[in-house]
Each structure stands twice: as C-alpha cells, then as structure tokens.
C-alpha cells in the first residue's frame, strides 16, 4: 500500500494552514503596531473608525464624501477630522491627482 499521494495531498492542506494563519497573523501584528504607535493620540470616534477602515483594506481610495459615509457625518466634519490625522502624521494625501483628493494611511 503506497501513502505517497495522501501523504503529498495532507502535506499540502498543512502547508496552506500555515500559509493563511501566517497571513492572519501578519495582518492582526501590523494593526496592533499602528496602534501602538499612535497610542498616545487622541482621536474621536470617527477618526479611530476610517482608520480601520482604512486598515481592513479600504475598496478604492479615501476621499471625505467617502469618510462622511463610513463615519455617518457630514462631508465637512468628515474632511475636518481627515485633515486633524493628516497633520498628525497618520493620513497623507495620495499621489495620484485626479478631480478628488484621495488619503492613504502613512506607512
């Protein structure tokens, strides 16, 4: 009785195993870093949820029509709370020009 094709194919499945709890946890030490970090920032409610946002993998880039919608404000408290991480260091604008400003998180 061979085992080598079951052996190949159980070894396989344990190596993805570890490939995806290797990116899990990849992910969940970055997120806990950037907090780390900017620990000893204020930051309101609004501003702590578009950044995990923005840490969960934001869909297209930031912009404060875009940040008014995830915090549930107004277009401009959104932009007013983008610009107070901007000058904190957290958020810069994107390179990318184009007819709206666009945010990414500082790496």
Excluded: H
């Excluded at 780390?36 to 702590?48: I, S, T």
């Excluded at 934001?58 to 915090?71: I, N, R």
């Amino acid at each position: 009785m061979d085992v080598t094709p079951w052996l190949g194919w159980f070894l396989g499945c344990l190596l993805r195993a570890v490939e995806g709890a290797e990116a899990t946890l990849s992910e969940v030490l970055g997120r806990a870093r950037f907090w780390q970090r900017w620990a000893e920032m204020p930051m309101n409610e609004r501003q702590v949820k578009l950044v995990n946002r923005l840490l969960d993998g934001f869909d297209g880039k930031l912009t404060s029509s875009k940040g008014a919608m995830t915090a549930k404000c107004s277009a401009d408290t959104a932009l007013r709370d983008i610009n107070e991480l901007v000058t904190a260091g957290v958020l810069k604008k994107s390179d990318s020009g184009g007819r709206s400003t666009s945010y990414e998180l500082v790496a």
